[in-house]
């Protein structure tokens, strides 16, 4: 149960994090003109890449794979969790990560590293805040319930 109630913490963090971007960064970020806007987010993507946020956004998808093996009994809520945890994690590499590299090497020409980078990212960062909150929910059910 410690493992769930850990995987349950940090599936929590991250999709707050990933909703905070939604409702907030990105809405922010987006009333700058095209410069503030790409050096905005040139900023946030190299200090986002740290331990604590790594630890976070991975561990929970591992914690929820470990509490997978750990409960016994049915655990539909778990494994539901865990494979919404991991699609999350290969939306963010298949999706952000390489419009994140793409606005880092975009140069100097602001308006169209914006256009190309902006619509988008938003767009599924919703669909990625929606998923790891659907996984955190999951692992809600599963503790609230204690069948996992």
């Known amino acids: 149960m410690v493992v769930l109630v850990a995987a349950l913490v940090a599936a929590g963090l991250v999709a707050g994090l990933f909703y905070a971007y939604a409702c907030s960064v990105m809405p ?85 590293v914006r256009a190309a980078f902006e619509a988008v990212w938003v767009r599924w960062n919703v669909v990625r805040a929606l998923v790891s909150t659907a996984g955190f929910g999951c692992l809600v059910a599963a503790v609230l319930t204690g069948r996992g």
């Open 28 to 112: 922010g970020l987006a009333r700058g003109d095209d410069k503030t806007f790409v050096e905005g987010m040139r900023g946030i993507n190299i200090a986002i890449v740290n331990p604590v946020f790594l630890l976070t956004f991975l561990g929970a998808p591992l914690l929820a794979g470990v509490a997978v093996f750990l409960n016994p009994g049915p655990r539909p809520w778990v494994i539901a969790g865990f494979v919404l945890l991991v699609a999350m994690v290969l939306l963010t590499g298949a999706v952000h990560i390489p419009l994140n590299n793409a606005l880092e090497g975009g140069g100097d020409d602001y308006a169209a």
